[in-house]
């Protein structure tokens, strides 16, 4: 058999390295002038022609890049910062999953959270607790004061840090320089988030659309004594930023037929990329990349409320891949690491990271098709032994003029991996590691489902009340009718897919837009939301305390409203809260489609005044950075609906349905509310008109409660 032949020693067009800095990947070594039928179509491409040529000019940018940035790697090196280059499988996880928080019992879950993942894909290295957006910029609540009112308070957040710790398990909390519109800390956010991340025991910062955390984060966590690993979520970094973030996010996956090469990784091997993509349904891609280049991942599954969950292939996907790089984590920094391995079938691709006296070779095979028989063709050594890392069997390589050729079977869109070990190393754990793989790889990755479902919902039951014939006091009777709802979720992200917003019990997913004309039965409604006056009333009357306190009627001096707020609608009363008043009244929270119906009749106008919009309908706006006292409830006579519902909408926002799924609880809320932060399109947005909705999801009334939020009873008529 002859040698690889590789291209010939001409340096690539300049447009290619001059290129190289403007985003995340490098450029693909295909395609080169004067080597004929390189790019006509994928079939073409001979990335073995090239990839030598390629390696030795961006080994050359790399050195010219790193002397521009004034690189100094000293950080990556220090001891307490050795974890971040292994931090293979990091996830997203937002507070309000119920595998993380049990709302029933009121506790902490992690070890219930951890066990579900390492049962599914192999568990976690590091974890971002997330407790801002989407709920942030319902009121002023800034995001490190969201952090504190977490159930337990900062407290229960630090036992929480601790149960992740126990389990081997690091830290990271986010940080987001759009938060400028809500009450302001007092200090600056560098300040503000690493004396958290300090208090509370976190290993690392987040920082949420920054493509290089600032330097000022380390300056500040050095100060203190608390080092810390920041990760910004976008790439490319800032040049000199790579010297301190020690990781980062990646977005955007290539899915050409040649994997592209990390930039990030190429110019510091130490430094770890995690790839998100947290919509995706088929997560190969992502896969192959992050084996081909040695990185991470991020196991994203519930985004703001959405369970996106891997389908039983990828979690299988992502167990054996980070078994293999968890076991060879050294070898995976190696300063020599060499891209596009030669190898032997179009559609397959392969990476070396060499070490002292060990080599793995990570294959991805991007055909639609399994492979068998000869793959790689590497220099070889003599005394060399190889071994099949992916299904745990040794290699009989074929040696021919210093060349082994090394065979292994390769499933469709499927994975591979090589060892070499030279003449005497003795690796430890070998024959444990081999008989580990075989096991795990017993079943093809190709008898698993990759078929992506939605989580189903179910709409929580609201019990009726005893029905009344007249109206009570303060209600409106609502006529029986037929009724058009029509609704849409307002939530900022996830586009139309299923799975977004809720799923009502007509509906066999959870989808944005819903559409369903309805048979209403006649009920009451109050006029006006439940005010101050009417809550302390009900407050003598059962001296209601509820278990869960914080901030509850957080508003109120000596078990009273301040003076004049009488008329006003409470606030910072949770879910819960609103069910005890209504139970005691003898009423019930109104189901969504009852409280649009009461304000939008049966001409599916878009205010309850009208189509037109009129701003002495509703509050003024308030833009500021803190709230306001709400309006009294009468003061808009303008806005009342057709059946003479008043204060609908843009005082506060209202409680009715909650829905939940195995993993979320959500509130929806209707009728917006005054607050409007500015700085950000990422604040919780308002839905003043009656054919939108907002999706608040919940974890524990101490965190749900809101000073833009109240609500209003119905009671069932006869």
Not at 69 to 97: L, S
Not at 494 to 513: C, F, H, I, T
Not at 636 to 662: C, I, K, M
């Amino acid at each position: 058999m002859s040698k690889p032949q590789h291209a010939p020693a001409s340096r690539p067009v300049d447009f290619q390295l001059s290129h190289a800095r403007n985003g995340p990947y490098l450029p693909l070594p295909v395609g080169m002038p004067g080597w004929p039928l390189q790019t006509i179509g994928q079939w073409q491409q001979d990335v073995n022609r090239s990839a030598a040529v390629w390696r030795r000019d961006y080994r050359e940018w790399r050195q010219e890049h790193l002397i521009r940035m004034g690189y100094d790697g000293a950080i990556y090196a220090r001891p307490e910062f050795q974890w971040a280059q292994c931090n293979f499988v990091h996830t997203q996880m937002m507070v309000e999953d119920r595998f993380f928080y049990d709302p029933v019992a009121g506790k902490y879950t992690v070890d219930k959270y951890l066990d579900d993942l390492e049962r599914r894909y192999g568990g976690i290295d590091s974890v971002l607790i997330w407790y801002v957006y989407p709920n942030i910029g319902i009121d002023d609540r800034n995001q490190t004061a969201l952090a504190g009112d977490l159930p337990g308070g900062l407290e229960g957040l630090k036992q929480a840090v601790a149960d992740f710790h126990r389990r081997g398990v690091r830290v990271f909390l986010p940080t987001m320089p759009w938060d400028n519109g809500t009450r302001p800390t007092g200090t600056t956010d560098w300040d503000a988030v690493v004396r958290l991340a300090k208090e509370v025991g976190a290993d690392g910062v987040n920082g949420d659309t920054y493509s290089g955390v600032p330097r000022a984060f380390l300056d500040a966590a050095e100060k203190i004594g608390h080092p810390l690993v920041f990760q910004p979520e976008g790439v490319p970094l800032a040049d000199e930023g790579l010297m301190w973030n020690l990781q980062s996010w990646s977005k955007r996956v290539p899915t050409e037929g040649v994997p592209a090469v990390s930039k990030l990784k190429w110019l510091e091997p130490r430094h770890l990329i995690n790839i998100e993509n947290r919509w995706a349904r088929d997560r190969t891609d992502d896969f192959h990349f992050i084996f081909f280049n040695g990185i991470g991942y991020v196991a994203w599954e519930n985004v703001w409320g959405v369970w996106n969950q891997f389908t039983p292939r990828a979690g299988e996907t992502l167990r054996r891949i980070t078994h293999v790089f968890r076991q060879f984590a050294d070898l995976l920094v190696s300063a020599e690491w060499e891209p596009y391995a030669h190898t032997l079938q179009p559609g397959v691709f392969s990476t070396m990271f060499p070490g002292r006296d060990t080599t793995l070779w990570t294959i991805v095979n991007r055909n639609e098709y399994d492979l068998v028989g000869d793959q790689l063709v590497v220099a070889h050594a003599a005394g060399r032994r190889y071994y099949d890392a992916w299904q745990g069997a040794e290699i009989q390589p074929r040696i021919v003029d210093g060349q082994a050729t090394l065979a292994c079977a390769l499933e469709a869109r499927g994975f591979g991996a090589v060892l070499a070990f030279e003449r005497g190393a003795n690796p430890a754990g070998l024959a444990k590691f081999l008989q580990l793989r075989r096991k795990l790889t017993a079943k093809p990755l190709g008898n698993f489902s990759n078929v992506w479902e939605s989580l189903p919902q179910q709409l929580v039951p609201i019990a009726p009340t005893k029905p009344k014939a007249k109206v009570s006091a303060g209600m409106v009777k609502i006529p029986a009718g037929t009724f058009e709802f029509k609704v849409t979720g307002i939530e900022i992200e996830g586009y139309s897919w299923a799975g977004l917003d809720v799923q009502y019990p007509w509906e066999n997913s959870p989808r944005r837009s819903h559409l369903h004309r309805m048979a209403m039965k006649p009920f009451h409604i109050d006029r006006y939301p439940v005010t101050n006056s009417d809550f302390k009333k009900f407050l003598a009357a059962t001296r209601y305390h509820p278990k869960d306190v914080h901030h509850f009627l957080r508003d109120w001096k000596d078990g009273a409203p301040p003076r004049g707020w009488e008329k006003k609608p409470v606030t910072w009363v949770s879910l819960e809260d609103a069910r005890a008043y209504a139970a005691w009244a003898g009423k019930r929270l109104p189901h969504e489609w009852e409280w649009q119906y009461a304000a939008q009749g049966r001409d599916g106008r878009l205010y309850p005044w009208g189509n037109e919009w009129n701003p002495a309908a509703m509050p003024a706006p308030n833009t500021g950075r803190t709230l306001l006292p709400p309006d009294d409830v009468d003061a808009h006579p303008a806005g009342a609906s057709p059946f003479g519902v008043r204060d609908l909408v843009g005082n506060v926002w209202q409680w009715t349905d909650e829905f939940t799924d195995d993993h979320t609880r959500a509130a929806i809320l209707r009728g917006g509310s005054a607050y409007r932060p500015q700085t950000s399109h990422w604040y919780f947005p308002q839905a003043w008109q009656l054919d939108q909705h907002g999706k608040y999801l919940l974890m524990a009334p101490c965190k749900d409660r809101s000073g833009m939020l109240g609500f209003r009873c119905v009671v069932d008529a006869s």
